[in-house]
């Protein structure tokens, strides 16, 4: 339904909440990948923050106590997110998946850090 949507025009840059929360934030938040991926081809910005709290899409597919699926977080950074983005906290999203001690989540990006890395 997304694809049909957005082939009638739906523009994937309007906030779809008052707090500037974007399409893409809301797919990342309920890990729906393939939402995801339709909307990043369709050109949604990978690293854009809310106005709230200054979340990522990224922020929004890691900081939820039941994230064990991983795949959407995947997608974001295998499409380049970015690391290194603060919330209004001066928070990275490594520095608050820490704090709250999402293994998984750590695991994940420490094994992106690496890639990204030089050797």
Same mark, same amino acid.
């Given at each position: 339904?997304?694809?049909? *949507? ?8 309007? $906030?779809?909440?008052? +707090? ?5 934030? /809301? ?9 995801? +991926?339709? *909307? ?6 990978? +690293? ?13 597919? *890691? ?11 995947? /997608? *974001? ?41 030089? $050797?």
């Amino acid at each position: 339904m997304i694809k049909e *949507l957005i082939e009638a025009g739906a523009d994937v840059h309007l $906030p779809v909440k008052g +707090n500037g929360s974007k399409a893409l934030h /809301i797919a990342a938040y309920y890990a729906f990948p393939q939402c995801v +991926n339709i *909307l990043l081809d369709a050109g949604a910005d990978l +690293n854009e923050q809310t106005l709230d709290d200054g979340y990522t899409p990224l922020h929004c597919a *890691l900081l939820k106590e039941d994230s064990q699926d991983l795949q959407t977080a995947r /997608i *974001l950074l295998d499409r380049g997110a970015r690391l290194d983005l603060e919330d209004v906290y001066n928070r990275t999203v490594e520095q608050m998946v820490r704090q709250k001690r999402y293994t998984a989540a750590i695991e994940l990006i420490e094994e992106y850090k690496k890639k990204r890395s030089p $050797p």
